[in-house]
């Protein structure tokens, strides 16, 4: 049974960081391209970040590129984000995300980052 467990949230002020990690069970994590998405209240799901399997290609949302960075540990099969900058618009629940080209099938139960102004 496939497990993504995200931990690393928490409540911080405007401008702080946070690290988010997803570990990976029961799926081949080598060869699954990894992704983050987050849910703001009455809000739809949005796409962050991803990282392919090879952790060779990344991508990003428009409102945090150049604040948040994915990257991956193949050896630990866990994936991280790394959140700079943060802002009050970046309040959400986090969810990794597992599968392949752009098709993300498995899902964690999502993590709450809370930024305040």
């Known amino acids: 049974q496939v497990h993504l467990v995200e931990s690393g949230g928490g409540l911080v002020q405007a401008g702080d960081s946070l690290r988010l990690s997803c570990a990976a069970s029961?799926?081949?994590?080598?060869?699954?391209?990894m992704a983050w998405f987050r849910q703001a209240p009455g809000m739809g799901r949005e796409f962050v970040a991803s990282i392919t399997w090879s952790g060779d290609r990344t991508s990003y949302a428009d409102s945090v590129n150049g604040r948040f960075t994915i990257s991956r540990d193949n050896a630990k099969s866990t994936i991280y984000l790394q959140m700079n900058s943060l802002e009050p618009e970046d309040t959400a629940v986090y969810y990794c995300a597992a599968g392949r080209a752009a098709v993300y099938l498995r899902w964690g139960q999502g993590t709450q980052v809370t930024v305040s102004s």
């Open positions: 029961g799926l081949t994590f080598s060869t699954s391209d």
